[in-house]
């Protein structure tokens, strides 16, 4: 069951509609259990919301010494901030040596294929596709607020690119004229063919690798 509401995500009159799914408290308990076993989720959109939690979660699991992490993400997108946000987390956590590999179950477009690319190792399950596009705005105001505004949202897509060119086997002008004013939509061997994976896996295989422990929680 979803909901729309009007939520405080920072600070003063910084007020964001997003959308609040409600959970038993059966699968907020599996959640708790999943993310002990170093497993955490992003099932739906990405906002602050998701990412507060999301970043909590990482930091928790890598403080208890936990390895490695798996970030499952199954997402159609949203806030690009929250997309940094989560990429960047990961970056640093994989820096100070704590193996973050992220995995791609069923959708990863959009917001998602950015914090795909941070994961010491990239994942993607048999059946999931990535999307890649341009990123969208409502631009409102005076015309010389609207062209500041096109100038940062510009230099806001070509950070997205060249996150994506980074592993990639695409430079970052094959990638930018690939997405330029449609979706690009990239099945799991394609993903792989150019970079932006480093494995297409069965899902059976992520129990393999955390051994045992996933599915005695999901079975409990």
């Known amino acids: 069951m979803q909901e729309r509401n009007l939520i405080k995500v920072g600070f003063e009159d910084d007020w964001e509609e997003v959308t609040l799914v409600k959970v038993s408290d059966f699968e907020e308990k599996k959640t708790a259990d999943l993310t002990e076993e170093g497993v955490i989720w992003l099932f739906g959109e990405m906002n602050k919301v998701s990412a507060r939690r999301i970043i909590t979660s990482l930091l928790w699991t890598s403080v208890r010494g936990i390895k490695p992490i798996y970030l499952i993400l199954s997402t159609p997108g949203g806030d690009v901030d929250a997309a940094f946000a989560i990429y960047d987390t990961i970056k640093g956590l994989n820096l100070c040596g704590h193996e973050v590999y992220t995995v791609a179950l069923g959708e990863c ?108 929680v999901i079975e409990k």
């Open 109 to 216: 477009f959009s917001a998602g294929t950015i914090v795909l690319q941070a994961g010491l190792k990239r994942l993607i399950t048999t059946n999931t596709y990535l999307m890649i596009h341009e990123i969208s705005s409502w631009n409102l105001g005076k015309v010389s607020e609207q062209l500041e505004t096109a100038q940062y949202l510009k230099e806001y897509q070509d950070r997205v690119f060249k996150i994506l060119a980074e592993r990639s086997k695409l430079g970052f002008r094959a990638i930018k004229r690939r997405c330029l004013r449609r979706n690009w939509w990239l099945p799991p061997e394609d993903a792989l063919k150019y970079g932006f994976v480093d494995e297409v896996v069965k899902f059976e295989y992520l129990t393999a690798l955390k051994g045992a422990k996933i599915k005695d």
